[in-house]
């Protein structure tokens, strides 16, 4: 068993110095580390800096987001709920804590870093995800995402990297990510109240085999009542924490900016470590341009595809901006030393502990519990949308579901292992999934990037216009791959380019 973890081990480490840096020592030369944040930056300025200029139309698209066009469909918000399932997870808790153990304190910088220019790219790939959605197999309902607008926007030639992408997804969010999950829920239920963590993997595996096979629609209502209880619960402890602190504040933004650019560490090696580990968690964390959350942002009923563009904008805002800020403000202002010897939620879960007392470990458990479940939910659903797309069988869900359940259950059992070893090989595991995931769906959305800049200069035109609620006309553009029942109403009739009624302005 030794043996093969080891090779398996070695085999993982070769993706992640492909994906994340590291080829010849040097700890920039990998796909992601090079080009996420370029990529992030080109939208931003293609955008006119959307994420700033647009936050307050992002706070009012949010606020009509529970209106949904159809009885049957799934709201904005329900696809915003379903998608901050997935986002807001292991990541916000023990991701966070993962990061500033292995890249110290700076690696929060770039958390923020990653998220300010990944909400531009959220935009940019849940915008392509609604204009390249197709009709689902119940009225009302929609799919979508990456292999879809890869397969549709950029033709046949490039079915290949729809394939390779659906492919990498089912692997990273349907097995590895998954395990992730269970392996927090499992240490922290257990470090709070003794279980037995092979217990609670078996209790995870089932109640979410409940809940997945009622489809997109239940998981919709699902996220959409717990996302919220559960972020405003685990942001008013952390806002606690920081007004408790608010003599340590400057002092904790002095030492995430200093190490941040490798002041206080020697030699470009340690500075590397700095950012891989804050770009690698953040990615974890928000999934800005990775191309999970288009697989549920195209689910929704909109008027226009730009409007859960600003929807999963927002999603990003919350995850990384406001949760996981939460998360390392309670590290960093506690007493905890980050030595290494405890890291992960069991880091997060001493230092809330320390701050408020003994209860703070089983409120950790408690967040995490809901935090992680809620993600292998979504998770779920992203991974089903692309076996759906590659095979379209009720056999291959079937064998779907029940690796799904295998993966849950080993994430369950390396937290029983108790090995650093397997902790570790789980999340690098997580990692090169990730890795190149993303990579696909980056290639992907910078081919397509003229199609979704078009879409955005229309809704933005229809703003100027005084149309408080813009609507999207296939026929007026010119775009090759979009169903026109979908966007349209109706078969396209040459000639006829209907105006918006006055309902559909807002008037």
């Known amino acids: 068993m030794d043996a093969f973890l080891n090779a398996l081990g070695a085999v993982i480490d070769g993706g992640n110095s492909l994906t994340w840096g590291g080829i010849g020592g040097v700890w920039w030369l990998g796909i992601l580390i090079a080009a996420l944040l370029p990529a992030g930056i080109y939208f931003t300025v293609r955008t006119r800096f959307v994420q700033i200029r647009g936050f307050c139309q992002m706070l009012r698209v949010m606020f009509r987001s529970f209106h949904k066009e159809h009885d049957d469909s799934i709201s904005s918000f329900q696809a915003f709920a379903t998608s901050a399932a997935a986002r807001v997870g292991t990541g916000n808790i023990a991701g966070v804590a993962v990061a500033i153990t292995a890249g110290g304190p700076g690696a929060v910088f770039w958390m923020w870093v990653v998220a300010i220019v990944g909400m531009a790219t959220s935009l940019i790939e849940n915008t392509l995800a609604q204009v390249f959605k197709e009709q689902g197999e119940a009225p009302g309902t929609f799919r979508g995402g990456p292999a879809y607008y890869i397969d549709k926007g950029l033709g046949k030639r490039w079915k290949w990297l729809s394939v390779l992408f659906s492919i990498f997804l089912i692997i990273c969010f349907g097995f590895f990510f998954n395990a992730v999950q269970a392996n927090a829920m499992a240490e922290a239920i257990s470090a709070a109240w003794g279980f037995n963590p092979l217990?609670?993997?078996?209790?995870?595996?089932?109640?979410?085999?409940?809940?997945?096979?009622?489809?997109?629609?239940?998981?919709?209502?699902?996220?959409?009542?717990?996302?919220?209880?559960?972020?405003?619960?685990?942001?008013?402890?952390?806002?606690?924490?920081?007004?408790?602190?608010?003599?340590?504040?400057?002092?904790?933004?002095?030492?995430?900016?200093?190490?941040?650019?490798?002041?206080?560490?020697?030699?470009?090696?340690?500075?590397?470590?700095?950012?891989?580990?804050?770009?690698?968690?953040?990615?974890?964390?928000?999934?800005?341009?990775?191309?999970?959350?288009?697989?549920?942002?195209?689910?929704?009923?909109?008027?226009?595809?730009?409007?859960?563009?600003?929807?999963?904008?927002?999603?990003?805002?919350?995850?990384?901006?406001?949760?996981?800020?939460?998360?390392?403000?309670?590290?960093?202002?506690?007493?905890?030393?980050?030595?290494?010897?405890?890291?992960?939620?069991?880091?997060?879960?001493?230092?809330?502990?320390?701050?408020?007392?003994?209860?703070?470990?089983?409120?950790?458990?408690?967040?995490?519990?809901?935090?992680?479940?809620?993600?292998?939910?979504?998770?779920?659903?992203?991974?089903?949308?692309?076996?759906?797309?590659?095979?379209?069988?009720?056999?291959?869900?079937?064998?779907?579901r029940v690796l799904y359940i295998a993966f849950i259950l080993f994430g369950a059992w390396v937290a029983w292992s108790g090995s650093e070893g397997n902790f570790k090989l789980l999340w690098n595991m997580a990692d090169m999934s990730m890795g190149f995931m993303a990579s696909a769906n980056l290639l992907a959305i910078l081919l397509l990037s003229g199609v979704a800049f078009r879409v955005f200069a229309d809704y933005e035109e229809q703003l100027r216009q005084g149309i408080r609620e813009p609507v999207f006309d296939s026929r007026r553009h010119h775009i090759p791959g979009i169903e026109q029942e979908v966007w349209s109403g109706g078969p396209h009739t040459p000639g006829v380019h209907d105006e918006p009624t006055a309902r559909e302005k807002g008037r």
Not at 292 to 320: E, R
Not at 329 to 340: H, M, P, Q
Request: glycine fraction near 10%; aromatic fraction near 12%.
């Open 199 to 400: 217990l609670i993997g078996v209790l995870i595996a089932v109640l979410a085999g409940v809940i997945v096979f009622g489809g997109i629609k239940s998981i919709g209502r699902f996220a959409g009542i717990v996302v919220p209880v559960m972020a405003l619960g685990y942001l008013a402890i952390a806002l606690f924490v920081i007004l408790a602190n608010m003599a340590k504040i400057p002092e904790v933004f002095g030492l995430i900016f200093s190490s941040a650019f490798g002041v206080q560490e020697a030699g470009a090696g340690a500075f590397g470590a700095v950012v891989a580990n804050g770009i690698k968690r953040g990615l974890f964390s928000n999934e800005a341009g990775m191309g999970s959350s288009p697989n549920v942002g195209a689910a929704a009923d909109v008027k226009h595809p730009v409007v859960q563009g600003y929807v999963q904008m927002a999603s990003v805002f919350l995850d990384t901006m406001m949760i996981c800020t939460a998360t390392a403000a309670i590290i960093l202002l506690s007493d905890v030393e980050l030595s290494g010897m405890v890291e992960g939620v069991t880091l997060t879960q001493s230092a809330l502990s320390s701050e408020v007392g003994s209860w703070g470990n089983s409120f950790v458990a408690l967040a995490l519990l809901f935090f992680a479940f809620t993600s292998i939910i979504a998770n779920y659903y992203y991974a089903e949308t692309n076996i759906f797309y590659l095979w379209h069988t009720r056999f291959s869900i079937f064998c779907y």
